[in-house]
C-alpha cells in the first residue's frame, strides 16, 4: 500500500490512524463517509484525505474529500474546487452534485445548492438523496400561472390538478 504523509497541500494527517494500514482507497472513502452522517467531522476528514491521496484521480473521493474540507475547516474555495473538478470528470453521478450541493449548505448558499440538486436530478430523477433534501430545504414548484401570485384561488386550484396528474419530482 502507498505511503500517505498528508492532506495534500495541507498539514499532515495525524498519526490517530493506527490500525487502518490494511484500509483501501475505497475502505477510507466508506468510514469517512459514515463519519460524516454521525457528525465526526475531523475524523472523516483523515479518512477521506487519505483516499484522495491514495487515489486523487477518482472523483468519488475528489468530491468527498471536498465535502470533508468544508464540513471540518470551513475551507470554502478548496472544497468548491474539488467537488467542481469531480463533475467535469463525472458529470453523470448525482452523488457528486448532491457532495456539491452539501458543500454549497456548509457556508449558507441555498441558491447554490439548489441548483445543484437540480442538476442532480437531471442526471436521475429517482435519485432519492437529491429528492430528499429537496424536501428538506421545502422547495416550492413555481405557480402554473406565473403572472398570478402564489395565493390565487386559480393558482392554487391548478397548482393541486397539476400535483394530482403527475407525480412529484421531489
Known sequence: ??????IPG?????????GYEDYTAYDHHRHGMELLELGQERDALEHLARAHLLEAANPQFQSAYGLGLARARREREHALKLARQALRTQFYDPQLFVNLAQIHLCFDERGGAVRALRRALAVDSDFERARHMIRQLGLRKRPVLPILGRDNPINRWLGLARARLRPATA
Open 1 to 6: 500500500m502507498t505511503r500517505v504523509t498528508g
Open 10 to 18: 495541507r498539514d499532515p494527517i495525524s498519526c490517530r490512524m493506527v
